[in-house]
C-alpha cells in the first residue's frame, strides 16, 4: 500500500497531530506500506482562487506555480490519503483547507448523477481514499463530529472512498509520558498497531482504537488539571508544555 500522509498542523514536529500520524505511520511502514509525508507550511501551496482555469483553460493545470502541482502527483499515485490535522474551531486548519481546495484539478468540471447526487467526475482514475486523523484539546470524541461529517462529504465530492478514522481527544497526553509513563506507552502502542492494522485489514480492530483513545486521567480531574496548567502558563506568559521546547 503507497500512502501520503499530509500533517495540517501549523505546530509540525512540536505538535500532537505530528506524535500521532508519527506513531501510526512507524505501524503502517512494519506492515509494510511505502510512505510519503509532508507538512503542509513547509510547502508553497497558495489559496485557490476560483478561476476554473484548471478546468477550462489548461485542463488539470493551476495558474499557481508553486508546490500543489507535484504534490498532486502525489496524491494520484497514492492508495490512501491520509489527513492529518487538529481540530480548529470545530474543523481542519485553515491549512490543510487550502491543501484540499488545490486537489479541484485532479477532477473534470461536469456533473454526473451518482446515487441521486451531482458529483464531479475524477480526472485521474480514481482519486485515493481518504483516511482522517485529527487531535482535539476537549476530552469529549464528540467533538470531532463536524469535522468526520465533513470528510466524509468531500470523500463523496471527489468520488474516494472513506477509508476511516483515528481522533484523539484530550491531545496533550500523548506527551505526557513524564506524568504517565506506562498509560501513554500503552496509548502509543495502540496508535502504531492502529496503523499496522489499517495496512493489514483496511480497518482498525475495536481493541486497538479503545488503547488508542484511552483516557487514563478522568474528566474532571482532566478539567482541573488543564485549567491549572493555563494559569501557569498564564502566569510565565508562555505556553510552557515541554514538548514545545523538546522537539526537535
Ligand atoms: C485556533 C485553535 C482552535 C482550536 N479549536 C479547538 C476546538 O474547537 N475544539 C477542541 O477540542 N480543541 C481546539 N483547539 C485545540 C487543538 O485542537 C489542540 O491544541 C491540538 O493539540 C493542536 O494540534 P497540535 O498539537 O498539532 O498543534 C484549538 C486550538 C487552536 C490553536
Redesign the pocket.
Known amino acids: 500500500m503507497k500512502i501520503l500522509a499530509v500533517n495540517g498542523?501549523?505546530?509540525t514536529k512540536?505538535?500532537?497531530?505530528?506524535i500521532l500520524l508519527d506513531l501510526f505511520l512507524q505501524g503502517a511502514a512494519e506492515a509494510g506500506a511505502e510512505v510519503e509525508r509532508f507538512n503542509v507550511v513547509d510547502k508553497k501551496i497558495k489559496y485557490c482562487d476560483g478561476c476554473f482555469n484548471c478546468w477550462v483553460r489548461t485542463p488539470g493545470e493551476c495558474i499557481h506555480k508553486d508546490d500543489m502541482p507535484a504534490i498532486l502527483d502525489q496524491v494520484a499515485a497514492a492508495d490512501a490519503l491520509i489527513l492529518a490535522t487538529?481540530?480548529?474551531?470545530?474543523g481542519m486548519t485553515a491549512q490543510m483547507k487550502t491543501f484540499v481546495d488545490r486537489i479541484i484539478p485532479l477532477v473534470e468540471p461536469e456533473f454526473e448523477m451518482v446515487e441521486g447526487h451531482y458529483r464531479h467526475k475524477s480526472r485521474i482514475s480514481k482519486i485515493p481514499g481518504i483516511f482522517l486523523m485529527s487531535?482535539?484539546?476537549?476530552w469529549e470524541a464528540d467533538?470531532f463530529d463536524g469535522l468526520v461529517d465533513h470528510i466524509k462529504r468531500i470523500c463523496k465530492n471527489f468520488q474516494a472512498d472513506y477509508l476511516g478514522e483515528l481522533l484523539r481527544?484530550n491531545?496533550?497526553i500523548l506527551a505526557m509520558d513524564d506524568l504517565f509513563p506506562k498509560e501513554v506507552a500503552a496509548i502509543h502502542e495502540g496508535i502504531r498497531q492502529a496503523g499496522r492494522e489499517f495496512v493489514t485489514n483496511g480497518q482498525i480492530s475495536e481493541t486497538t482504537m479503545e488503547a488508542a483513545v484511552a483516557q487514563p486521567i478522568p474528566k474532571e480531574p482532566a478539567l482541573q488539571g488543564s485549567n491549572m496548567f493555563w494559569a501557569e502558563c498564564r502566569k510565565q506568559k508562555k505556553f510552557i508544555f515541554h514538548h514545545r521546547d523538546s522537539a526537535v
Do not use: A, E, I, R
Open positions: 498542523s501549523p505546530t512540536k505538535g500532537m497531530t505530528h487538529p481540530l480548529y474551531v470545530d487531535v482535539c484539546g476537549f467533538n481527544p491531545s496533550y
